[in-house]
Structure formats: C-alpha cells, structure tokens
C-alpha cells in the first residue's frame, strides 16, 4: 500500500507543477469559451511509457506437512533491460450525454522483446545449484479502462466528480532459452503464458478552467480487488493541463500512472505479479 500512496502523492505533485506553470505561462481571462464539462472529446497522443514488471511463483510439495519451497521475487523490468521508457500509442474517447453523467474509455499497449543472461543459484531441498541462463523474452500488455463519471458539482469554471469503472489489464509473457549446469548439464527450454485481469476502480476527478484558453484535471482511482481467486490493489491516476488556441482543438499533457499488485493462491502454488505503466503523455484533443 506504500507503494500506491507514494504513486498518488507523485500523480497530486504532478499536476500541482503543471497548474503553477499554466498560471504563470497564460493571462486570467474570463472563461467564456472554456467550460470545464465537454459534451465530447476525442483525443489521440503518444505516451513516454515505463513498465515496472516484478513476479514471484513458490510451489509446495508434499514431501511432507505440504512442505514450502520458496521461489525467488524476479524484477524482469531489470532482468531483460525493459524498464527504459519507450514511445506508445494511446487514445481516449469522452461522451456526457447528460448534464451531470459521463463515459470515458482509455486505451494503451505494450509490447518489448530483450534478451539477457543470468548467473543465479537454484536452491532444492536444501541444496545449492549454480546456473547460468540465456534468455531470450518478450512482455506484452495492454490496459484498456472503462469509466463512468457522476458529476456532483458541475459550474461553469470548475466541475468534481466520483467515477466508477473497470480496468483491463490483459498480458502475456514468454521465455525462451538455454540453461547450463555444472550438475545438470546443458538444456533448451520454453514457456509462455498470457490472461486478463479485470480491475474495478472507483475514485474522484476535477476539473478547473484558468481562463478562456486553459483548463486543469486531475483523476485518482484505487480499489481492492478480489477476484476468481486472485487478490490484490489496483491503482489509476492522471493529471494534467489542456490548452486550447482554437475553440474546440487543443493540446494535452499530462502524467498517467496505472498499478495493478496482485497475487494468488492454489494449493500447489502461491504467484505474486505487480505491473504498472507510468510517465508523461501528450494528446491532441478534439472537443465539442
């Protein structure tokens, strides 16, 4: 949970920067032509993202009393030099088709191949064995989220509300390689696996217009999930400004963080997998 709150405090830090800057670059002016609620938008942008991607699998067996045998926790962000920021694609689509109700849908993917070479110890039944391992991997996810926003508070300058949604965090990793072995010798080996996670999230977003060009956002969403078996946090945020030199096309820039820490248990096995995209971003908006 320290993780996720150092995430909002960052996303909160982000567009505190990002309205001080916007209030210091553009004069106050009246906010006629800007309304914070848009009855749509239509945005498509590119996003310098990092991917955070850590696991860990223990298996029992029964050798006796369900004996445990831990697994080791593998930063593979770190292990296959994937964790470098690299450019994707991501839109997002807007729609209030009343007052005080809104649907928005945002969606990015992933995808990184690597190799690499580790040099480890394979702890068994109380014995220690040396290897080395050459990899080659590829990771692929994508995040696809589904909000829906009920606006309490809706003026024309400033606009808050609690949003209810879901994210879809679908993913697949392979490995594939040769390990050798002092005891064991030399062995070629694959393995792929792939799901799809789904993430209720609930949360609060703002809006606030500066003046008739600029207009702030923020949107934080967290939940505790629990799920055919699988428990964990997911955490969203992003943050922003929106500037507008024509009525209804802009510019956006803002910092998304999504998060999702998750594990799951069976009687054979125990699987812990936390993955998270983060970093700025940069939209072209349409707005009507």
Excluded at 17 to 42: K, M, W
Excluded at 87 to 96: A, P, Y
Excluded at 175 to 181: A, L, P, T, V
Excluded at 271 to 277: A, H, S
Aim: glycine share 10%; charged share 25%.
């Amino acid at each position: 949970m320290n993780d996720l709150l150092t995430r909002a405090m960052h996303t909160l830090w982000s567009l505190a920067c990002l309205i001080s800057f916007g209030i210091s670059a553009t004069p106050t002016a009246d906010a006629d032509e800007l309304s914070a609620l848009d009855r749509a938008r239509v945005s498509i942008g590119t996003f310098a993202n990092t991917l955070n991607l850590e696991g860990r699998a223990d298996g029992r067996v029964s050798f006796d009393e369900n004996t445990l045998i831990e697994g080791s926790t593998r930063d593979f962000a770190d292990d296959f030099s994937i964790g470098d920021r690299r450019s994707i694609g991501l839109w997002e689509l807007g729609w209030r088709p009343f007052e005080r109700h809104e649907f928005g849908l945002r969606h990015y993917r992933d995808e990184r191949r690597r190799t690499a070479r580790l040099d480890d110890d394979l702890r068994f039944d109380g014995e220690v064995f040396p290897f080395s391992v050459e990899l080659k991997g590829r990771a692929a996810f994508s995040a696809l989220e589904l909000i829906y926003t009920g606006w309490f508070h809706a003026e024309q300058q400033s606009a808050l509300g609690v949003q209810v949604g879901v994210l879809r965090l679908a993913g697949s990793l392979s490995i594939s390689g040769e390990i050798r072995s002092d005891e064991f010798g030399t062995e070629q080996g694959e393995a792929s696996v792939s799901n799809r996670v789904f993430a209720p999230l609930i949360g609060l977003s703002g809006r606030y217009v500066f003046n008739r060009h600029l207009r702030g956002f923020a949107e934080v969403r967290a939940v505790k999930l629990n799920y055919e078996g699988i428990d964990g946090k997911a955490f969203s945020a992003t943050a922003g400004i929106e500037l507008y030199p024509f009525r209804h096309l802009g510019v956006v820039l803002q910092y998304s963080d999504t998060s999702i820490q998750a594990e799951r248990r069976t009687d054979s096995l125990c699987g812990e997998l936390e993955v998270g995209f983060s970093g700025p971003q940069a939209l072209l908006r349409w707005r009507m």
